[in-house]
C-alpha cells in the first residue's frame, strides 16, 4: 500500500524555496507519494500561514497530521540536522585532495612520470592557490578570525589583507615557474612566521581556535592541518632555492 504525504511549499516566479524541493525530494526517498501543493504567491503563502497557524513554509503533512518543516521531517524520519555542524576538516581536506588530482593530471599530460620533485612543486602550488582563494573571498572575515593567532597581523593588522595576495603568488610563482629569487622569499616569509604562530597558538598557549585558512567562516580548527599549510609554503621555497 503506497504511503502519500501532503506538502505545501512556496514556488513564485521571484521564489522557489529550496527547502520545499529538500523537503519533496525527503519524502520520495522515504516511499511516499507527494501530494505537492504550490504557493505560488506571497498573499497564497501568508493565507497558508495563518490558516494553519504557522510562521514558516514549507510544510508537511502525513497521514492528515502536521509534521512541519524540512527540520521537523528530518526529525520524523530520526535524520541527523541538515548541513554541516561543528569542527570539521572536510574544507581542507577537500582542498588537498583536489589539488593533488589536480597534479596527478597535469603530470599525466604532460610527461607521464606522475611521482617527482615537480610533482611535488604542483601539489604545493595548487594547494596555496586554491587557499589563497578561499582567503580571498571574503577578506574581512578572513582578517578577523587570521588577526588572533597570526603574531605579525596581531601588530600589523594591513598584514592579514595583504597575507592572501603573498600565497597566491607565491603559488602561481612556483606554478610558473619564476626564478627562485621572485619567489621563495615571500613563500618563506609567510609560511615561517605562519608556522610559529600556530605553534604558540595551539601547542604552547593551548588556545583552541578556529583556523582561517580555508576562510574566516569555517569550523576547521587550528592546529597540525594548519601548521601543514605553513610547512608546504617553507618546503616549496626550499625546493625552489636548492633544487
Not at 60 to 66: G, L, M, S, T, Y
Not at 99 to 109: F, G, T, V
Not at 209 to 227: E, I, Q, R, T, Y
Request: proline share 3%.
Amino acid at each position: 500500500m503506497s504511503k502519500t504525504a501532503v506538502l505545501y511549499r512556496m514556488a513564485t516566479d521571484e521564489h522557489i524555496c529550496p527547502f520545499g524541493l529538500r523537503s519533496k525530494d525527503l519524502l520520495k526517498r522515504k516511499g511516499f507519494e507527494v501530494e505537492d501543493h504550490k504557493l505560488t504567491s506571497r498573499e497564497e503563502t501568508d493565507r497558508f500561514k495563518e490558516k494553519h497557524g504557522v510562521k514558516t513554509t514549507p510544510q508537511a503533512f502525513i497521514d492528515e497530521e502536521r509534521i512541519g518543516g524540512y527540520d521537523e521531517l528530518r526529525e520524523y524520519f530520526n535524520k541527523g540536522e541538515a548541513g554541516q555542524t561543528g569542527t570539521t576538516y572536510t574544507p581542507v581536506i577537500a582542498i588537498f585532495s583536489v589539488a593533488a588530482l589536480m597534479m596527478l593530471a597535469y603530470q599525466w599530460s604532460v610527461s607521464g612520470d606522475l611521482f617527482s620533485i615537480r610533482s611535488l612543486m604542483l601539489f604545493i602550488s595548487f594547494s596555496m592557490i586554491m587557499l589563497a582563494v578561499q582567503k580571498l573571498k571574503d577578506l574581512y572575515t578572513f582578517t578577523n578570525s587570521f588577526i588572533t593567532y597570526d603574531l605579525l597581523a596581531m601588530k600589523w593588522i594591513r598584514y592579514g589583507y595583504i597575507y592572501p595576495f603573498l600565497e597566491a603568488y607565491a603559488g602561481i610563482g612556483m606554478l610558473a615557474q619564476l626564478p627562485a629569487l621572485l619567489v621563495a622569499p615571500i613563500s618563506l616569509f609567510i609560511g615561517t612566521v605562519g608556522a610559529i604562530s600556530v605553534f604558540k597558538a595551539v601547542y604552547i598557549d593551548k588556545r583552541e581556535l578556529k583556523c582561517a585558512c580555508v576562510g574566516g567562516d569555517s569550523n576547521v580548527p587550528l592546529g597540525f592541518v594548519s601548521l601543514s599549510e605553513n610547512l608546504f609554503m617553507i618546503g616549496g621555497a626550499l625546493i625552489m632555492w636548492f633544487i
